[in-house]
């Protein structure tokens, strides 16, 4: 089990660049190749991270028989696209969050993955995180009681940025939805699952992006309160509650480092380590699936895939969000 994943890297932006620096630091991964719609862009890349194969079209890097997987992080709306395109030509796929625009586009991806037989998975990142494992496990053991009421926000300036810019652009994929509140969403139904009923309210920039809005996910018996916004900086953290206690994860809860943990026993701070920029724990789930030659990981399987962007599809056909 010794030999080296060797990846390709493909829309070589801000994420890719972030993510290769994790990359860099995993022993049994090989950066071999890197694709950027500029020449100029990917050599740079290249250069920056000794990478030997550098390319000027995606397809090329699909085509390279020293690439086992590829590492998608263009804007959203390319995404299904580019996981198709990868899969095939016989690639194993991590696909930056969102999966896909929609539903619809991301069933064509997995079924690909399961006919090709070939590892697909979304790089929702945090899943991975050694504290939103811990806290996970915690409460499927009951530690906090029945789930009654969780709340996470995410949100940021970004009105600054150009309009045509990926955040702010609908026809990129736009608005804080699919870019930030795809979190609160994920962390909703990683503990509670699936809503009965969904409301929100949103608003709308001068570009048609969606670019705040506030969501409840309603349960038999629970509340989820989510939110997400590009219009200034918000806490960015999570609270889960149960008829036994209450857990505060502090900010970003997202990429988070400490959580508070209250019951009857007690109150505790609990602090973990976050490695490098925190993608390691996601490539090392992908490395061990790779070598046990799984098609998806149990940790964010195909189905949960589907499953988040289906409750996506919900909130944006409740909130009138177009791309
Ligand atoms: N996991 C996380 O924490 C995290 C954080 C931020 C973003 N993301 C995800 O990563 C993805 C990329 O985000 P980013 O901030 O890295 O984006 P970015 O830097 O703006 O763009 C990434 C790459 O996408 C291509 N690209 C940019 N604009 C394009 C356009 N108009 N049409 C087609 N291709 C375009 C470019 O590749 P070429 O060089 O080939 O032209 C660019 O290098 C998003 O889907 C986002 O959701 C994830």
Redesign the pocket.
């Known amino acids: 089990m010794n030999y080296k994943i060797r990846w390709g890297i493909?829309?070589?932006?801000?994420?890719?660049r972030k993510f290769t620096k994790d990359l860099i630091q995993i022993d049994d991964a090989q950066i071999t190749a890197v694709?950027?719609?500029?020449i100029g862009?990917?050599k740079s890349f290249a250069d920056e991270f000794h990478i030997d194969r550098y390319y000027d079209n995606?397809d090329q890097l699909f085509n390279d028989p020293n690439v086992d997987i590829v590492y998608i992080?263009?804007?959203?709306n390319?995404?299904a696209e580019l996981s198709k395109a990868a899969l095939l030509a016989g690639k194993a796929v991590l696909s930056?969050?969102?999966s896909a625009m929609n539903k619809a586009e991301i069933e064509e991806v997995i079924e690909l993955s399961k006919k090709k037989r070939l590892f697909y998975m979304e790089?929702l990142?945090s899943r991975f995180n050694p504290l939103i494992q811990e806290v996970y496990e915690k409460v499927q053991s009951g530690t906090f009681g029945e789930l009654k009421y969780l709340k996470a926000d995410f949100g940021f300036f970004a009105l600054n940025r150009p309009d045509d810019s990926?955040v702010l652009n609908p026809s990129?994929g736009g608005g804080s939805l699919?870019?930030i509140g795809i979190y609160p969403v994920f962390l909703a139904y990683l503990m509670l699952g699936k809503p009965n009923k969904i409301k929100t309210i949103p608003k709308f920039y001068k570009t048609g992006a969606e670019v705040q809005i506030s969501i409840i996910f309603d349960y038999d018996n629970a509340q989820a309160v989510l939110y997400s916004g590009f219009v200034s900086e918000t806490d960015c953290t999570a609270q889960i509650s149960g008829t036994k206690g209450r857990i505060h994860i502090d900010t970003r809860w997202h990429e988070p480092t400490t959580y508070h943990q209250h019951t009857s026993e007690g109150s505790q701070t609990i602090e973990h380590d976050f490695k490098g920029n925190g993608f390691s724990y996601e490539i090392e789930e992908v490395h061990r699936c790779l070598k046990n030659n799984l098609y998806e990981s149990n940790l964010w399987s195909h189905q949960n895939t589907l499953d988040l962007i289906g409750l996506l599809d919900d909130i944006r056909a409740d909130a009138a969000i177009e791309f």
């Not at 493909?10 to 890719?16: C, D, E, K, L, Q």
């Not at 992080?73 to 959203?76: F, L, N, Y």
């Open positions: 493909v829309g070589p932006g801000n994420i890719a694709a950027s719609r500029s862009r990917s995606y992080a263009t804007p959203h390319h995404h930056e969050k969102p790089g990142w990926r990129l699919l870019d």
